[in-house]
C-alpha cells in the first residue's frame, strides 16, 4: 500500500499491534524472574544533562563524538536523549542517598537513542533493560547478576540458543600493566593492523582485541592475555566467580579477548551471545564498574550490572518461534444481533469483565451485519463468539460459538455465562 504523508523517522520504528503481544510476552517474563531475585525497579528520565555522558562514556568516544542526540534547550542547557541506562541510574542513586553504606538491586527499562546506520535488530531508538547491583564487592553478586540472565533465557525457551562468555579486567593497574604491554606487541606487528585498529592503538589499545576483521584473526589470537597478568587479588575474585557458576550447572567460556572501553569498567566482564541473528550476536553484556559512582561524584562503590537490547530479543523470540506465547487481543467476542441490545450487550460485557479474571474480552462496536460481526470475531483470534439475538435475550440466554477448531453453538443461561466460560477458557472467578 502506498504511503503518503509525514513518515517515521530514519531508525525509529513502530511497534505494530501484530507485534506487541511478543513484547509484552517478553516483558512480562523480564519482569517476573527479576523480580524473583529481590531486584526493584527505577524509572529514569529520557533527557539527562550532556555532562552525565561526557563524564561517564568519555569526551572522545564515538558514542558521545557521534552518536548521541544532544541539543540546546531554550534555557541554553546542553541536554542528551539516554543511550544507555547505567550513568542515568547511578546519577539518581546519587541525587537521591541510595549507596552511602546501602546495598542496592535496581532495574529499569525503556527507550534508548543512538545516531547510528540503522540495521536489523539495531535502530536509532531501541529499549533495553538493564540490571544494577550497588555496595557489594565480591564474586557472590557477579554471579547472582549471571543467574539472573541464565533464569530469563530459561523460561523464554533460549537457553540452548545463547552462550556464556566470560573474562577479567583485572584492576586498574593491572590494565595499565597490560595496556603497555599489548601496545608494545601491537607495535612489534604494525603492519597486520587494519586501519581501525591503527587508529585505536595509542586511543584504545584493548578495543583492538574486539576487531571483527577476520584477516587479523592470527594476530590477535597471538596477542598476550590480560588473564594472565592478573594480580592475586583480582585472580581469587575471577576464580571464586567460576567456582559459583561451576556450581550452579552454569556452561561459560572464558574470551580472553572480550573486553569493554571504558576505563571504569574492572574485574568480571560478560556477554551472551547468540550465532542466529548474523553479526549482531550479543544479547546481553554486564560486568563490574566499581570506579562509576565516584567518577559521577558519589563516594567509591562497588558496582555490577548488565543491559539487554529487546529488539534483538524479540528477533531471537521470532527465529525461534516462541513469539507463538504472546496472547491473541481477545478470547471471547460479543456479536450483537440486534441494535436494540447494543446496551444491553455492552452491560454485560462489563459484568463478565468484572466476575473473569484474565479474560480477554472485544464488544463489536460500529453496527453492521451478523456476517460482518462474524467475520470480524475470526479476524480478532478470539476462541469464542458471544452472540446475544432477540429470542435468546427474550429467554434470559445468550449463544456461545466456537471459532477454533469446530465444536456446536449452545445457548447458555445469562447466569450462567461467567461459569461457562471460564470452564471453556480455563481461567479462574475474580
Known sequence: MKTTGVKAIRGMRDILPQES???QHLEAVVAEVIDAYGYREIRLPLLEKTELFSRSIGEVTDIVEKEMY?????????????????????????EHGLLYNQVQRLWYRGAMFRYERPQKGRYRQFHQVGLEAYGMDGPDID??????SRRLWQRLGLAGQVELQLNSLGDSEERAAY?????????????????????RLESNPLRILDSKN???????????????????????????????????????VINPRLVRGLDYYGRTVFEWVTDRLGAQGTVCAGGRYDALVEQLGGRPTAAVGFAMGLERLVELL??????????????????????ALEVEALVLSERLRDEIAGLRLSLHCGGGSLKSQFKRADRSGAEIALVLGDAEWARGEAAIKPLRGGG?????AIDQLAARLRSLLDLRSD
Open 21 to 23: 503481544a511478543a513484547w
Open 70 to 94: 544532544t541539543f540546546a534547550d531554550r534555557n541554553g542547557d546542553n541536554l542528551t536523549l539516554r543511550p544507555e541506562g547505567t550513568a542515568g541510574c547511578v546519577r539518581a542513586c546519587i
Open 143 to 148: 554471579a547472582e547478576v549471571i543467574l539472573v
Open 179 to 199: 595496556r603497555e604491554r599489548l601496545v608494545d606487541y601491537f607495535n612489534a606487528h604494525a603492519g597486520q593492523l587494519d586501519e581501525d585498529s591503527h587508529r
Open 214 to 252: 577476520p584477516e587479523m584473526e592470527p594476530l590477535l589470537s597471538a596477542a598476550p592475555a590480560l588473564l594472565e597478568h592478573l594480580g592475586q587479588a583480582s585472580r581469587a575474585h575471577f576464580d571464586g566467580l567460576c567456582a559459583r557458576l561451576d556450581a550452579a550447572g552454569v556452561e561459560y
Open 318 to 339: 521470532a527465529a525461534d518461534e516462541a513469539d507463538s506465547r504472546g496472547t491473541s487481543s481477545a478470547q471471547v467476542y460479543v456479536v450483537v444481533g440486534n441494535a
Open 408 to 412: 456446536e453453538q449452545t445457548n447458555v
